[in-house]
């Protein structure tokens, strides 16, 4: 089996009486698409905040990369190397498609205040390789013709590509995508489907929160399903599938 | 016609350094929604350190062309350090507390600042040491100085310079993203509390540009300049549209011609009842008038951009 990229140990986090997350233990191969499924409210984008640094966990904690992340501050996860997309599209609306994503590859270059105030070469030198690199990831979601446009000026399908892109310009070693293809249509799923597997053959793992369980099935090497706050399963997909408390969990039975 | 020639000018001046304070004010409000109150008291700081920088030189017997800038070095780096100070120690604490706290906070700090202006050097008017010449043009009837046109070229300058920087580089792109979404932008690895940190510097150095510019414009200073001044760059960047970086330029230039409008033309409007000494009034009608009629100010969107 291939090395654990990222490991989640008990992870826990309540809201006030609410068990959003009861002991989530799993484990995230490098190189692989990992689902991470359950009904509204299961506590999936819980755990992709708590991975990321917005919110802190009561208990338990990640390891990732073999070394145990700090999830004290946003911007220490970025620079660790995860990244993500949100359910509801966050975009910077009133900057253009090329600038959100040139905001990403701070995480990933130095020039500081002084720099800028100064406009030294390096700094200048800099600033066009962020340009430079911004400009390639919009080719690869293929929104390059966009690049000037305000993102809030954007379609649907090409937000949700254009944040892709964002988390793509910090250099992810794992990307998190929350619910990617929700409120897209068939064509716009197939696109995304292309997308993601060619992230992934790319090098970058990806954690994939979807609602759209043909979309997960058809696309992830393995699958963990969350009902109300607790790990149901996490195996295969072929596996998850035919699980009786998977189907339990979804039908409401 | 020419004393509305001449007016026009003076407001020109005076806008142009309403403008660079209020861009202080709009900077700090548009990244962190925090109107920094305490911004009037830098741009006194930044005045009476170049009093005291430049005319020590002066007086040790240096040429004007070497104690000048020294002077005007020593208040941007100063204030640099003062707005840097003030954020770190006054607001970042209470960077999750609810907005009436830093607001307090800030008119607190501008009291402590005064009050330690006032101990250092002292409750007497200071003089601006001459630094620029005191030559005089005379065009279509309006005299203007030397020191008026170094005030608007330089003024326009630095605006110019600020746009490139907010615009056109990283750390602009970072402070715009910080604006929009303090959340996401730490998400993609920008360092907030950094951005923010640099709000206030660059706040506090253009705030320091305008003291010198008060300065040398009225050769004269106290440590209570700093609220008159402060609230009239506070009405400029509201006017503009509070938050918006274009509007706080217009804000300032437009409200320097009211006022300077005003005052000329206050004595005819009211048949000599009131005098040209009542031009604050102004500022205050505008200020009054855009928070009744048009809160977001001229520029502002309901959701506009933001720094």
């Known amino acids: 089996m291939s090395e654990v990229l990222l490991q989640a140990d008990a992870v826990a986090k309540h809201f006030g009486g609410v068990r959003a997350l009861r002991d989530v233990t799993l484990s995230i191969r490098r190189g692989e698409i990992y689902g991470l499924i359950g009904p509204n409210g299961a506590g999936k984008t819980t755990f992709f905040n708590c991975l990321t640094g917005l919110y802190v966990p009561d208990g338990g904690g990640f390891t990732f990369c073999g070394a145990p992340l700090v999830a004290d501050a946003p911007q220490k996860a970025a620079a660790r190397g995860i990244a993500r997309t949100f359910q509801n599209i966050r975009l910077f609306g009133n ?5 959100n994503v040139m905001v990403g590859r701070h995480v990933r270059t130095r020039a500081g205040v002084f720099g800028a105030m100064l406009r030294t070469a390096a700094t200048r030198a800099e600033e066009a390789a962020i340009r430079q690199r911004a400009m390639e990831l919009l080719h690869y979601v293929d929104i390059a013709e966009r690049a000037d446009d305000l993102a809030k000026n954007l379609s649907y399908g090409d937000q949700r590509r254009l944040e892709i892109a964002r988390a793509l310009a910090t250099e992810p070693q ?11 249509n068939a064509t716009e799923t197939a696109e995304l489907r292309e997308l993601i597997a060619g992230i992934r053959a790319d090098g970058t793992t990806v954690l994939l929160i979807e609602h759209d369980v043909k979309l997960v099935m058809g696309l992830c090497d393995r699958v963990a399903v969350l009902d109300y706050g607790a790990l ?4 295969v997909p072929a596996v998850v599938q035919k699980d009786q408390r998977v189907i339990e969990a979804y039908l409401g039975a | 016609m020419d004393i509305f020639l001449q007016q026009l000018i003076n407001g020109l001046v005076q806008g142009s350094i309403y403008a660079l304070v209020a861009l202080g004010y709009t900077m700090v409000y548009g990244i962190m929604g925090l109107i920094n109150f305490a911004h009037g008291e830098v741009v006194m700081i930044g005045t009476l350190l170049a009093i005291s920088v430049a005319g020590g030189l002066l007086q040790a017997g240096w040429p004007v062309a070497l104690a000048g800038p020294a002077g005007l070095a020593a208040a941007v780096l100063g204030c640099m350090a003062l707005g840097w100070g003030l954020e770190r120690v006054a607001y970042r604490p209470l960077r999750n507390a609810p907005r009436l706290t830093p607001l307090i906070t800030a008119i ?4 402590v600042l005064q009050n330690l202006a006032m101990m250092v050097w002292g409750r007497n008017y200071l003089g601006f040491p001459a630094l620029l010449p005191k030559a005089g043009f005379e065009v279509a009837g309006a005299h203007f100085t030397a020191v008026q046109v170094v005030i608007v070229v330089v003024s326009a300058a630095t605006m110019a310079g600020l746009l490139a920087l907010v615009y056109r580089t990283k750390l602009g792109m970072a402070m715009r993203a910080t604006a929009q979404s303090p959340a996401v932008a ?6 907030v509390d950094r951005v923010i940190a640099a709000a206030f510097v660059i706040g506090s150095a253009l705030g320091a540009l305008a003291g010198v510019m008060v300065g040398s414009y009225y050769e004269i ?7 008159m001044l402060g609230l009239k760059a506070f009405t400029a960047a509201v006017l503009g549209g509070i938050g918006n970086l274009g509007g706080a330029m217009a804000g300032g ?19 000599g009842f009131l005098g040209s000494h009542y031009q604050d009034i102004f ?5 009054i008038g855009v928070l009744m009629f048009k809160p977001s100010g001229l520029f502002g969107e309901k959701t506009g951009e933001r720094a």
């Open chain 1, 95 to 99: 900057m253009s498609a090329l600038e």
């Open chain 1, 232 to 235: 149901v399963i996490e195996d």
């Open chain 1, 174 to 184: 794992l990307l998190c995508l929350d619910e990617p293809a929700a409120g897209m």
């Open chain 2, 108 to 111: 607190g700090m501008s009291i």
């Open chain 2, 186 to 191: 730490r998400l993609m690895g920008v360092d």
């Open chain 2, 253 to 271: 230039v437009l409200l320097g011609i009211i006022e300077a409008l005003g005052a000329g033309y206050i004595g005819d409007l009211t048949g």
């Open chain 2, 221 to 227: 200073a106290h440590y209570q300049m700093g609220f």
């Open chain 2, 283 to 287: 500022a205050f009608v505008v200020l």
